[in-house]
C-alpha cells in the first residue's frame, strides 16, 4: 500500500509518491529542465513577463487564423493564467481579425447547489473569460455566441460541441495539485483505498462534477480571494481527458505563482519520463501525442532550503 497523503489523507495526490522520485524532481537545474524534452513533449523558456503572455495570446490567435467556414476551428483556454485574455482582445482588434468561423472552449466552471454558478458569481470563469477578453472585442469581429463553450452540469451540450470544429490548442495552467482545469487527483476510498485508479481508467474520464481537493480550494482562496476559502466551492464542472485528447495540442503556462518550483519540476521530469500516475494528473499529458510546457524563466525557482 502506498503512503497517505502528507495534506489530505482521504485523498490521492504527489505527496503519496516515492520520495526518490520526488527529490530527484527537486534537484533539477534550469538546464536540465530543459533537457527532459523529447519527442511530443517540448519545453520554452521566455525571459520577460511581456514575452511570456503574448505568446500565451499569440495562440488564441494562431488558432483563429486558421478558422474558416470549412474549417472551423478553436482553442480551449484557462482561467489562470488571465494575463493573456486582454492581450487576445486587443491583437484581435488591431488585427481586425474576424472570429465568425472561430470556436472557443472554457476549460471548467465552478458548481454551487449542484448547479454551475451564473455569470453573476464572483469567482466564475466565464465571467472572467467574457469580462477580461470577449466582452473588449469590436461588436463586429466578435465570435457569434453559438461558438462559445462553456461546460455545466449537464455535460450533453458541451460535449457534442467538441464535433463541432477542431481544437488545435487547449491551453492550461498546473494547480498546486498538479492538475489541468480540475481534473483533480480522486479521493482514496473504495477500490482505491491501496492505490489509485489505473491511467486508462481515469483517461476515460470526460466533463463531469468534480468534488475538489482541498489543495485546490486552498489555491484558489489564496489566488483569487485573498485566503477566503469559505468563499471558494467545492465543487466544479471540468473538461475531462476524453476532450484533452481531442485537441491537437496541449500547451501548459507556468508563470510561477499557480504552482511552485517544486511542482513545476515534477510533472516535467514524469512527462518526460513517460511516468503517468493518477495520483499527479498533469503527469498522465505524458500519454498526448503533443504537449508544450511553457516557463517563465523567472518563475522557476529552485528547490534549496532557506529559512526566513
Request: glycine share 8%.
Amino acid at each position: 500500500m502506498r503512503p497517505f497523503s502528507k495534506v489530505a489523507p482521504d485523498w490521492w495526490d504527489y505527496t503519496t509518491l516515492d520520495k526518490e522520485l520526488l527529490d530527484d524532481a527537486a534537484a533539477l537545474t534550469e538546464k536540465e529542465i530543459k533537457g527532459l524534452e523529447r519527442d511530443g513533449f517540448r519545453i520554452r523558456f521566455y525571459d520577460t513577463r511581456e514575452e511570456f503572455f503574448l505568446a500565451e495570446a499569440m495562440e488564441y490567435i494562431t488558432a483563429w487564423r486558421q478558422a474558416t467556414e470549412d474549417n472551423p476551428c478553436g482553442i480551449c483556454g484557462p482561467i489562470g493564467p488571465t494575463e493573456q485574455l486582454p492581450l487576445v482582445a486587443q491583437l484581435v482588434n488591431d488585427l481586425e481579425l474576424n472570429l465568425r468561423h472561430c470556436h472557443f472552449w472554457g476549460m471548467d466552471e465552478w458548481v454551487v447547489d449542484g448547479r454551475e454558478v451564473g455569470i453573476d458569481f464572483p469567482l466564475g470563469f466565464a465571467r472572467a473569460d467574457l469580462d477580461l477578453c470577449f466582452r473588449r472585442i469590436r461588436p463586429e469581429l466578435a465570435m457569434p455566441q453559438a461558438n462559445l463553450h462553456f461546460p455545466g452540469v449537464d455535460p450533453e451540450p458541451y460535449n457534442r460541441s467538441w464535433s463541432q470544429a477542431r481544437c488545435l490548442v487547449m491551453q492550461g495552467g498546473q494547480g498546486e495539485v498538479k492538475h489541468w482545469a480540475f481534473n483533480d487527483p480522486p479521493k482514496r476510498e473504495g477500490a482505491y483505498r491501496e492505490n489509485p485508479p489505473p491511467v486508462e481508467e481515469y483517461r476515460k474520464l470526460s466533463t463531469r462534477v468534480v468534488d475538489l481537493h482541498p489543495m485546490t480550494l486552498m489555491q484558489n482562496a489564496r489566488t483569487s480571494g485573498g485566503g477566503t476559502v469559505q468563499n471558494v466551492p467545492h465543487q466544479a464542472v471540468t473538461v475531462g481527458p476524453v476532450q484533452t485528447w481531442q485537441a491537437e495540442k496541449v500547451s501548459i503556462w507556468h508563470p510561477g505563482h499557480h504552482d511552485n518550483p517544486f511542482g513545476m519540476r515534477l510533472t516535467t521530469l514524469m512527462i518526460s519520463l513517460q511516468m503517468p500516475d493518477t495520483a499527479v494528473p498533469m503527469s498522465l499529458l505524458a500519454e498526448h501525442p503533443n504537449v508544450q510546457f511553457n516557463f517563465l524563466r523567472s518563475g522557476i525557482g529552485s528547490c534549496s532550503v532557506e529559512m526566513h
